[in-house]
Every structure is written in C-alpha cells, then in structure tokens.
C-alpha cells in the first residue's frame, strides 16, 4: 500500500532541499546557466506604416526589465548565478507573487485565430513533458516540482522581501506545510481569501467562489508592508452632497481639534454651518482611502468586456496584483512572478513604477505579455531565455558522452556511425546514396561555422561525398538567411526533435526507439525579406523600407498538432504563409550582438489597419543618418513561437 501524502511529505521536503542545495553550489561554476538576451524591446508599435520618431537609446548601465522564456528553477539558477549584463539576484528581489498551476486536469492546449481558420495547438513538447512531469504521480509529483522552486525564490528575496502563494482547494494545505518548513512558522503573515463571487451551477454542494493566497516573508520583523484600502463604497456617492465645482463629499463630525487647526479647515472650505447653527466638517470622496482591507478580499473576476481581458485561461484581475504590489514592495522596487502566464504582475508593476522580472514555460504566455507590454507603451525591456534546454536533458541523461548520443542520433536518421577514427566521433553516413552526416552536440548553436566545417568534410573527409546532411538541436536565429546565402544543393540541414532526448533518457528508452524507427526530422523555417530601401528624408534623416517577402515554416509534423490540424496549417503554408507570422520588428542599426527592436508590428495591432489577425507586410521608418555601412536586421516570430532573423548591409 501505497504511504499517505503526510507520510511523503517529509521525504518529498528533503529530496527537493537536496536539489536545491546542488543548484546553489553549482552557481559558481564555469560552465553555470546564463540568460542568453533575444532582443532588447525598445516598445513602439507601429501606428501608420511610418514611424516618425526615433526612440532613444537606454543607459545599459540602468536597471533593465525581464521578460525570460524558460523553465522558471533554470531561469531562478541563472538569475542567482548573475552574469555580465545583470549580476547575482541573490536578496535583490522585494516581492514575489507566483500562481503556479494546481490542476492537474487543466487543459493547456491553445487556438490560434488565423484569417481563414483556426488551429488548435497542444503545448510545446517542453512544455508538455514539464506539466506530465508535475502530474505524473499526483500531487506528490507537484510537490516536488515546487519544493526546490521555493527554495530558489527564498534566496532571491530581500531580507525586507515577502512572497504571496496563487493556490486553491487541490493542493493548498499541503502547500502550507512546505512553506512553513521553507520559509519558517514565524514568517507566516496571513491566508489571503480572494472571494471573486459569481453565478454557479453547482447545486450539489456549496459552490467553490474563492481561492487563496499564502502570504510569508522572508523576516517578518524586517519586512516592508503598506496597509491597502477597499474601493469607496457605493452608497456613500448615493448620500454624498457636491459643491459647485461638482467635488463630491459627506459631512462628519468635526472631532477633538485645536482651534488653529478648526481655523486652518474652515479656511480651506472644509468647514460649514449647518441650520441649526452646528459645525460640521467635509470628507471629500476623492480624499477618503476607503476602508482598511482584512485578510478577505471581495475582487471580481475579469468580466468577459473587461479592457485588460486577453483571453488568457488562468489571467488575474489587475486589481488584485494591484494590492498585493501595493502592500510588499516599496515604490522603486523588484517584482518577480515565475508563472507569468499573461504577465499581469509585471504589467501591473509597470504602471505603478516598480522594477519587474517575469518567467514561464509557455510559448503563448511569452508572446501575449511581449504585445501588451507594448500595448501599455511599458519601459524598454529585455526578452531572454534559457540558453540551453537539450544541454540540461543530456546532462541528466544516462548518456556519458556525446559520442554515444551522437550515434543513437545517427542510427534513428538511418545512418551508420564511423568507428574507426575516434577523432571524427559525431560523423557517419548513409550507404546508399553517399551522404556524410553531421550531428551537432546539443550544447551548439548550430550556425555559419559548423555549415562551412560540413562543407570541407564532404570534400576531403574519406576521399569525399555526394552531399552533407547536418543534424542540429539548436540553431542560430539568422540560419535560413546563411543556408540561403551559402546556395549550395549538396548540404542539407534538418532539426532533431526537440523531445527526442526525453524520450532517450535511458537506454533502454533509447534501443525501443531505434527498433520502431519512428521518428521525423523537419527542415528548418526562415524569413526571407525584400533588399530594403534607405532614401533621404532630411538632412539628418534617412527614410528605412522594410516589405517582408516570404514565410517558410518547418514541416507541421514537427508541431503539437493533431493530423486535422495539420491539414488546416499545410494549407496555409501553401497558400498565405505571411498569415503565420505573430509579429515582426526591425533593428535598423544591428551590432551583431543585441537585437534592438525599435519597430514592431504585431496580430491584433489595429492602429495601423482594420485586420487583427495579420500583420501589415511593409514599414517605412525614420531613422538618424549613419556615416559609412548601416547593418539592418529583421526578426520574425510565428504564431507558433519560431523565431527567424535576416540581415542586410547597406552602403552609406
């Protein structure tokens, strides 16, 4: 019989401090996780077609905004590591607000709206095999997701810093055993109930309207805290009185007050004379805080006309965020929430001028918070990522080498593995047709370097072969435009899976997927562009044309999609691939090294056209004159969450 989860929950507490403890003595390592930036989102959407301001460059050395696409316990390792751009986290972070998933019967699947029809999406394959894996065996396996998690977001918290827990009825009382256990008894401030109230059609019991929020601190004797107040209530505007300028108040006694101070009231007008000869005082509306909030808050939901709604399944009203950023952290300071989900913690954080970091899995959850960051006209930020996800699943693999990976790799391609020259370990070939093969390891980008090196290989290596076919795990973002520019007929390159080294996480695992050989290697999606114009504007102006010209995307065998749904995207790849590109944006002085996007068009942008479900194919831009080459470059994500870069030299 299997042990109860009181039973488990001590054991489940000690293998996940057991991780945690790994992780922080790996901080210092060479070889330690970092954020790699994908762009520097400078926001300015386009409005007409012509964007007629240039937007200011940032300081660097400043404190920047993050937006990170990765698992939340790697992107956590990272931030407490540091590197160049930001150094360590470690106690930097004011508050942190998480709603982490708690159903494990939650259906993460997501439709995206094109033209002609819609395409219903399952997660990513590293999402999908993130949610199996924290609900593989129930709540135990939950747990122990989140165990490890809490322990990285205690080291990030300042000593003044405090945490508020997103849960509800599933998994929350087990929950508050492991934060009294990581956090401390002591530490604990309050059980917040978020009562959100509206209809139900349960009749069998009493309906489930409320969820709840674990509030602890770090010290609780150190911690920042500013007591929040409810809305004004409704009827006190029913039994207000106005002046003349329309200023809305409710009369109260005048209380205890000195004289100068009764005098310096009734000079400002907050004092009157009532008929019967008493003194009465004003309580403008407008001055009042409302009433001290408890520990029960009454916040609706999003109403389905709601200007914030997004059509995000577990988005949180902004007034609920509003009071929790509010009350623990300080006006200036850090916000982090890694469940971001549709990013209302940092949108909030944004408008009420506090620093944020924000964190999640999901492709879409990534995109949406991008355009609404935007859309609120938000402070510069970065979009980073994890730099390596196959790197961390062959670490945690039982392959000891990557020449061993390499060959099973090989062999699930078809092709044979060269064993006598240990030097050459990741080449093989195929017999029938003479085509050397190149698996790449899963800690590369692939790029312009290992294209050239499998290039000379098929021309020296063994006497030479017909063609080269390249096997990469990642690659670099402008790889279309180098294997179109490379022009060469003989050199193949193809993606591997991005589950596939899930699915060899053992040996075992690994010899049963050789035997059923079913297995796809896609080819690659790029953006292709129009050679853009630069024409005067100006004496110091020059005017910037960009027109996209075509969209290629990878096989839809690759994506999470079921065979209708690949039908429904083969036919818009064929007829209308522009209709899959998410958002597009351009840096108009590339410096190789941080994508700078000054200009953006994005789906659901209607101030430039009437059509929220495309974006416009050509801008033109102003942008300030460049003494000598001017590198532009164009980058391009699809509504699947690829993203695609092109570059161009102009001559000045």
């Known amino acids: 019989m299997a042990n109860s989860l009181i039973e488990e929950l ?13 992780l922080l003595e790996g901080l210092s390592d060479e070889n330690r996780l970092t954020l790699q930036t994908n762009e520097l989102v400078l926001p300015s959407k386009d409005v007409s077609g012509f964007f007629k301001e240039e937007v200011k460059e940032i300081n660097e050395n400043q404190w920047i905004n993050k937006l990170i696409y990765g698992d939340n316990l790697l992107t956590m390792q990272a931030l407490l590591a540091g ?3 930001t150094p360590s986290m470690r106690g930097k ?13 939650a259906d993460y699947r997501t439709e995206i709206v094109l033209p002609s029809q819609n395409i219903e999406q399952r997660p990513t394959v590293i999402e999908q095999f993130a949610y199996k894996d924290t609900w593989k065996n129930g709540t135990v396996s939950y747990l122990e997701m989140m165990v490890p998690r809490l322990i990285l977001m205690r080291e990030l918290l300042s000593e003044s810093g405090s945490i508020f827990v997103h849960i509800d009825w599933h998994v929350g009382h087990y929950l508050k055993i492991i934060l009294d256990d990581i956090f401390g008894k002591n530490n604990f401030n309050n059980e917040i109930i978020w009562h959100y109230g509206g209809p139900s059609p349960v009749k069998s019991t009493f309906p489930k309207k409320h969820d709840t929020i674990l509030f602890y601190s770090k010290n609780i004797k150190n911690a920042y805290f500013e007591p ?5 209530k409704e009827y ?9 300028d329309g200023r809305k108040w409710v009369d109260q006694n005048v209380g205890k007050i000195t004289e100068e101070k009764f005098n310096e009231l009734k000079s400002k007008g907050y004092i009157f004379k009532t008929k019967t000869g008493k003194y009465r005082r004003k309580q403008y509306l407008d001055e009042m805080k409302g009433d001290m909030m408890d520990n029960v808050w009454e916040i609706p939901i999003i109403n389905s006309q709601a200007q914030e709604r997004l059509n995000f399944q577990t988005q949180k009203p902004e007034a609920l965020i509003e009071k929790i950023v509010g009350a623990s952290c300080p006006p200036g300071g850090v916000v982090a929430d890694f469940f971001m989900g549709s990013g209302t913690t940092g949108a909030v954080a944004e408008k009420m001028g506090r620093k944020w970091v924000m964190a999640d899995l999901g492709k879409p959850a990534t995109m949406i918070t991008r355009k609404r960051l935007i859309d609120q006209e938000a402070k510069p930020f970065l979009y980073q990522s994890i730099g390596d996800y196959q790197k961390e699943q062959f670490e945690q693999s039982e392959f000891k080498t990557i020449r061993d990976l390499s060959h099973v790799v090989m062999s699930l391609f078809g092709a044979l593995p060269f064993n006598d020259n240990e030097s050459r370990t990741n080449l093989g070939y195929l017999k029938k047709d003479k085509t050397l093969v ?12 290992t294209l050239i090196k499998a290039q000379k290989l098929r021309n020296t290596y063994q006497g030479g072969w017909d063609k080269v076919v390249v096997l990469g795990w990642n690659f670099v973002q402008n790889i279309g435009q180098i294997i179109s520019d490379l022009n060469d007929k003989r050199l193949n390159v193809l993606v591997i899976p991005p589950d596939l080294l899930e699915q060899l996480k053992t040996k075992s695992k690994a010899k049963k997927l050789i035997q059923t050989g079913n297995l796809r290697f896609s080819s690659l999606q790029y953006l292709t562009v129009k050679e853009p114009v630069v024409e005067m504007y100006n004496d110091e102006l020059e005017t910037l044309t960009v027109e996209l010209d075509n969209y290629v995307l990878l096989s839809p065998e690759a994506l999470p999609l079921d065979d209708k749904n690949k039908k429904k995207l083969s036919e818009i790849i064929a007829n209308d691939p522009l209709a899959l ?72």
């Open 10 to 22: 001590p054991k489940i507490i000690k293998r996940g401090r057991r991780e945690a403890n790994k």
């Open 83 to 85: 590197d160049e751009i």
């Open 93 to 105: 972070i004011d508050l942190i607000y998480i709603d982490p998933p708690y159903d494990s019967k």
């Open 228 to 232: 929040q107040y409810s809305e004004i």
């Open 236 to 244: 006190l505007y029913e039994r207000a009185r106005e002046d003349a």
């Open 438 to 449: 190149l698996v790449d390891s899963p800690s590369k980008l692939t790029g312009y370097t």
């Open 581 to 652: 590109i998410e958002y597009w944006s351009i840096d108009p002085n590339y410096d190789g090294l941080v994508f700078r996007s000054k200009w953006q068009d994005y789906r659901e942008n209607t101030s430039n056209d009437n059509d929220e479900y495309r974006v416009i194919n050509k801008a033109k831009i102003n942008v300030p004159k460049v003494n000598g080459k001017r590198t532009i470059c164009v980058k391009a994500v699809d509504v699947f969450g690829f993203e695609s870069a092109t570059t161009f030299e102009i001559k000045g």
